[in-house]
């Protein structure tokens, strides 16, 4: 471990890795770190410098880094190999018990990514109803493909149903495909939905958009709607399946969708993803029941491999455990209400909006309930206290997300909230 080396590998990174990195997400280049190895709640760069980790690669290190029940699971299946195609015993017993924990799955088929598993969605919706469009709500986030990048991160309310696209290179045909309108606004959608009725395949919602919880009665009427009009329901609860609660979004908010969407934390950190529905839609991906020229294709080569599924069994005995979401919560509860009376302290408005296990720091004294709420919140505050936090020992990712592991514990708020304490005297002083 040293700064040198860190140094070295972040030139390199600059030099060979288009953008320096891995996304859009950069970091100051006196900030910027290379992770040597994660442990538990903690990662260490290669400086040699520990982290407490509240971004947890972007959520899929629920059981925090390392954890001994999935490396050893991985570790057994390593040396029998690593992917076959053909079936292997790992991803069957994972379906099982996919089916039995999800509640609105008769049947679940496999993706590498999120964004495979809400493209395969919208797919499996369009063949299952005959029809082609579909609708998200202003500021969701489906993941990268054509379809879901419009209205993503739109800088004011869309010209509903039409929003503006998040990426260029994406064609502008696949915008006459997509409908957009506000989450929360029940009058507002309900009437997009019944007006668009007729060429509506899917309506696709994050039941918790980012960090903006539902509503009471969005999400039911939501559900009413699509039902009453033969439109699949797709819930994409890639962020919160098996985080806020076993048996994720839909359990905690009461609401069953037609289709639901799972990966980051489905599969122990791994590259697993997984569409699970009703199996009256889903037999559109079973060539057993239909010609093949009216099979969803859906074929990628590593899906449901024996690596990936072997992790995800292995999360989800770890999940199953009593009392690991009792803790998520006391964990997270603690750390969101300790980060608003520290702000308070200091004369920040600061609210934690989102659930529990993963939430947001957002600096506004406005309620936020959709995305043009979120973007008038001051994010360049907020970037001023993550970099203060980052300077500190914390790992996150600024005016994004916080995420909880079930390994972090007591003393690590303990510690946390003397960190957030410091940071928001920084920010005061204008360090
Ligand atoms: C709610 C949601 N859906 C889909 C995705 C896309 O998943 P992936 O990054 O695995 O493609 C993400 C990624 O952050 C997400 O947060």
């Known amino acids: 471990m040293d700064a040198a080396r860190q140094a070295e590998l972040l030139a390199d990174a600059g030099h060979y890795l288009a953008g320096g990195g891995t996304g859009l997400f950069v970091l100051p280049p006196e900030l910027n770190l290379v992770v040597a190895r994660g442990e538990g709640s903690r990662v260490w760069d290669f400086a040699g410098r520990e982290y407490l980790d509240y971004h947890l690669s972007s959520g899929p290190a629920l059981l925090g880094h390392a954890h001994p029940a999935v490396t050893a699971a991985v570790a057994e299946q390593l040396p029998k190999g690593t992917t ?42 369009r063949a299952y109803t005959k029809r082609e469009k579909v609708l998200k709500f202003e500021g969701a986030w489906h993941g990268m493909h054509d379809y879901n990048l419009w209205g993503t991160v739109p800088g004011k309310a869309s010209d509903y149903p039409h929003s503006p696209v998040d990426s260029v290179g994406v064609p502008a ?14 009058a507002g959608a309900v009437a997009m939905i019944e007006r668009h009725a007729h060429e509506l395949a899917a309506v696709i919602v994050e039941p918790l958009q980012r960090v903006l919880t539902p509503e009471p009665g969005f999400l039911e009427a939501i559900r ?102 009792e803790h998520l919560h006391h964990i997270g509860s603690r750390l969101r209400k300790g980060i608003v009376e520290s702000g308070a302290r200091h004369g920040f408005a600061v609210q934690t909006p989102g659930e529990d296990a993963v939430f947001g720091v957002r600096f506004t004294d406005r309620p936020l309930r959709n995305w043009i709420d979120l973007t008038q919140v001051d994010k360049d505050l907020g970037w001023r206290w993550s970099m203060e936090l980052l300077k500190r020992g914390l790992l996150v990712n600024p005016n994004e997300k916080f995420y909880i592991s079930i390994q972090h514990s007591d003393a690590d708020i303990d510690h946390t909230l003397t960190v957030v304490d410091d940071a928001f005297a920084a920010v005061k002083r204008g360090a």
């Open 173 to 186: 045909v696949t915008g006459d495909m997509v409908l957009v309108t506000p989450f929360n606004d029940i």
């Open 84 to 125: 076959y195609f053909f079936l292997n015993e790992p991803e069957i017993r994972l379906g099982k018990r996919l089916v039995e924990a999800i509640p609105c799955a008769d049947v679940v088929h496999y993706t590498g990514s999120g964004t495979e598993a809400t493209f395969y969605a919208l797919r499996v919706a």
């Open 224 to 325: 009413e709607v699509t039902k009453r009009l033969g439109i699949v329901l797709i819930f994409d609860e890639i962020v919160t399946g098996f985080r806020i609660a076993w048996g994720g979004a839909q359990e905690r908010y009461g609401v069953i969708p037609d289709l639901a969407c799972y990966g980051k934390a489905v599969s122990g950190g791994f590259p697993l993803a997984v569409l699970a529905g009703d199996a009256e839609i889903m037999s559109v991906l079973d060539a057993r029941s239909r010609p093949k020229s009216e099979v969803v294709w859906a074929t990628n080569t590593l899906n449901g491999n024996p690596i990936c599924a072997a992790a995800g069994c292995a999360a989800l005995d770890v999940l199953s455990q009593p009392g690991i979401f």
